[in-house]
């Protein structure tokens, strides 16, 4: 039989809809058994790539291109090349490129007595925070393949003393998404410039910012033919909220202009339920250089606020030929517990690749708003 425990002190009260005063000494709370989180965790470009093992801190891979097309490309019959250096011999070999690994943690650590009480919405507290962490570490990681920047390898503590294993020192940074695309796939500003070699450890691509620009369909349509001129074919535009809903407005003119009767219209349609629904959203582009989605991201370089204002970037992206390498996928590794708490670490190391750098393009110098 249940008791009820009487304390000296009084008990609380809560006023009904009469505003008389209830005592609800021994009531129950109404509390829903869930746990709702309202930030987002949808990670669209870390999702679609491929994971591959990487092997070491620094990870290589090797890219070619054929030689350009020949309109004169015309030999006699019987024709023998002359010498091994002729015009028919090519001796180039794939260039080598590379990307350092990053090493991205989170602490998950709750009391004993943290473990031991009653919660609503999760069982047990570690496991729960466990579960935060790790979806936390994957926004880290599409806020970092989707920055705005070179890497680089870091420094050590203790120069020659097992760098880069020795602990301390700056942390290494991989190259992000950007800067891993060819300098001539760059759509940028006036006065802007890239140059370098996307990928390079000698000769990284540098950036010069330009006159930040409004996103319009020509500025779109140049960066995919610059992608396609290079052999690409660009079939994800991923983008922030904003600039898809910009996409979404080419096919909006002002029905007062004098083009309103040759423009493109938004769809307005019978959704099924007897209502008229108007669409205002892209979700396929399609150019004479190919079919795009538009997929946005949260994430993306030109979202985070304060440097980033006015400076949004926007990726072409020919999504199989980019993959994540890593050294050590995302786990959970116990720490040693300290008195009454219990800790654990989630980390992943890993970095990015893109395996031909003239497959995207890159539009930069973009308002944010």
């Given at each position: 039989?249940?008791?009820?425990?009487?304390?000296?002190?009084?008990?609380?009260?809560?006023?009904?809809?009469?505003?008389?005063?209830?005592?609800?000494?021994?009531?129950?709370?109404?509390?829903?058994?869930?746990?709702?989180?309202?930030?987002?965790?949808?990670?669209?470009?870390?999702?679609?790539?491929?994971?591959?093992?990487?092997?070491?801190?620094?990870?290589?891979?090797?890219?070619?291109?054929?030689?350009?097309?020949?309109?004169?490309?015309?030999?006699?019959?019987?024709?023998?090349?002359?010498?091994?250096?002729?015009?028919?011999?090519?001796?180039?070999?794939?260039?080598?490129?590379?990307?350092?690994?990053?090493?991205?943690?989170?602490?998950?650590?709750?009391?004993?007595?943290?473990?031991?009480?009653?919660?609503?919405?999760?069982?047990?507290?570690?496991?729960?925070?466990?579960?935060?962490?790790?979806?936390?570490?994957?926004?880290?990681?599409?806020?970092?393949?989707?920055?705005?920047?070179?890497?680089?390898?870091?420094?050590?503590?203790?120069?020659?003393?097992?760098?880069?294993?020795?602990?301390?020192?700056?942390a290494p940074l991989m190259t992000s998404a950007s800067y891993l695309i060819r300098s001539t796939c760059h759509n940028y500003g006036a006065t802007g410039n890239v140059t370098g070699t996307a990928g390079s450890a000698v000769a990284p691509i540098t950036v010069t910012n330009g006159t930040n620009r409004a996103l319009t369909e020509t500025i779109l349509l140049a960066a995919q033919k610059a992608a396609y001129d290079q052999g690409g074919q660009p079939n994800t535009i991923l983008c922030s909220p904003y600039h898809s809903q910009v996409i979404a407005n080419f096919a909006y003119v002002d029905p007062s202009s004098a083009s309103a009767s040759a423009a493109r219209v938004r769809e307005i349609m019978d959704n099924g339920a007897g209502k008229q629904e108007l669409v205002n959203v892209v979700d396929i582009y399609r150019s004479p250089y190919g079919t795009m989605a538009v997929l946005q991201d949260r994430f993306i370089y030109g979202t985070g606020g304060g440097a980033e204002d006015n400076e949004g970037i926007v990726l072409l992206l020919e999504v199989d030929r980019w993959h994540v390498a890593q050294l050590r996928e995302m786990q959970t590794e116990p720490l040693a517990k300290t008195g009454d708490n219990t800790s654990a670490l989630v980390l992943v190391e890993h970095t990015l690749v893109h395996e031909h750098t003239g497959s995207s393009a890159c539009i930069r110098d973009l308002l944010t708003a």
């Open positions: 039989m249940a008791r009820t425990i009487i304390a000296s002190s009084p008990g609380a009260t809560l006023t009904a809809r009469s505003n008389t005063p209830v005592n609800t000494e021994g009531v129950v709370e109404s509390v829903e058994d869930v746990v709702s989180l309202i930030s987002p965790y949808e990670t669209p470009f870390y999702s679609m790539m491929r994971k591959v093992p990487a092997n070491d801190v620094v990870h290589y891979w090797q890219a070619d291109d054929l030689a350009a097309a020949s309109r004169t490309n015309a030999k006699p019959y019987g024709y023998e090349p002359a010498a091994a250096n002729g015009a028919d011999f090519d001796s180039s070999t794939p260039a080598m490129l590379q990307n350092w690994t990053q090493l991205q943690t989170k602490t998950a650590r709750v009391s004993g007595s943290m473990r031991g009480v009653r919660t609503y919405g999760r069982g047990d507290e570690l496991d729960y925070q466990i579960m935060k962490r790790g979806r936390e570490l994957r926004r880290d990681a599409e806020a970092t393949f989707l920055a705005d920047r070179n890497g680089g390898a870091g420094t050590s503590t203790a120069p020659g003393a097992g760098f880069p294993f020795a602990p301390g020192g700056t």
